[in-house]
């Protein structure tokens, strides 16, 4: 694997996150976080603490970058803790995965199945976090849906573009 293409990868996308997509909230309900797709290719070869570790620096970033209170780190620390077992349940066989998750490595299917299920949880426990209670429950479940939906858009447009 090529490290340093993979950092300069995720300096761009975390950068796109912070002065372009941060900027862009439509309607108040849609937020798109494009970050986690920095999450979700991380190779698979790391043990489970580095991956959290990882997950918990991403989140730090966005925190900052946010002002969030933490919010970010407890969702990419929860992406990651759920990842391999995610993928365990998607792939019988982890020897076909090589060190990349990918859409060549898991089939369109999989690789869909893995991207939603992951942006969707993430998604989810950053607006449930963000209301501070189950009281807003409905702008929660509302915000998760149209921000989810227009992240896994863009994910699929990258990858789609970067495969082609």
Same mark, same amino acid.
């Given at each position: 694997?090529?490290?340093?293409?993979?950092?300069?990868?995720?300096?761009?996308?975390?950068?796109?996150?912070?002065?372009?997509?941060?900027?862009?909230?439509l309607?108040?309900?849609?937020?798109?976080?494009?970050?986690?797709?920095?999450?979700?290719?991380?190779?698979?070869?790391?043990?489970?603490?580095?991956?959290?570790?990882?997950? &918990? !620096?991403?989140? =730090?970033? /966005?925190? %900052?970058?946010?002002?969030? $209170? #933490?919010?970010?780190? &407890? !969702?990419?620390? =929860?992406? /990651?803790? %759920?990842?391999?077992?995610? $993928? #365990?349940?998607?792939v019988?066989?982890?020897?076909?995965?090589?060190?990349?998750?990918?859409?060549?490595?898991?089939?369109?299917?999989?690789?869909?199945?893995?991207?939603?299920?992951?942006?969707?949880?993430?998604?989810?426990?950053?607006?449930?976090l963000?209301?501070?209670?189950?009281?807003?429950?409905?702008?929660?479940?509302?915000?998760?849906?149209?921000?989810?939906?227009?992240?896994i858009?863009?994910?699929?447009?990258?990858?789609?573009?970067?495969?082609?």
């Amino acid at each position: 694997m090529d490290w340093t293409k993979q950092i300069i990868r995720y300096v761009i996308v975390m950068l796109l996150q912070v002065l372009l997509f941060d900027r862009l909230q439509l309607g108040g309900v849609c937020h798109p976080y494009i970050y986690v797709l920095c999450l979700l290719m991380f190779p698979i070869t790391l043990p489970h603490s580095v991956d959290m570790l990882l997950g &918990a !620096a991403v989140g =730090l970033i /966005m925190d %900052i970058c946010c002002n969030s $209170l #933490g919010i970010h780190i &407890a !969702a990419c620390v =929860l992406l /990651m803790f %759920i990842r391999p077992y995610l $993928l #365990g349940a998607i792939v019988n066989d982890r020897d076909r995965l090589n060190e990349q998750i990918s859409l060549r490595a898991l089939g369109l299917g999989g690789w869909i199945e893995y991207v939603v299920i992951l942006v969707v949880i993430h998604h989810f426990a950053v607006f449930q976090l963000g209301a501070w209670g189950w009281s807003h429950i409905g702008f929660v479940l509302l915000s998760t849906l149209v921000s989810s939906i227009v992240t896994i858009s863009i994910i699929v447009a990258y990858n789609m573009l970067k495969f082609k």
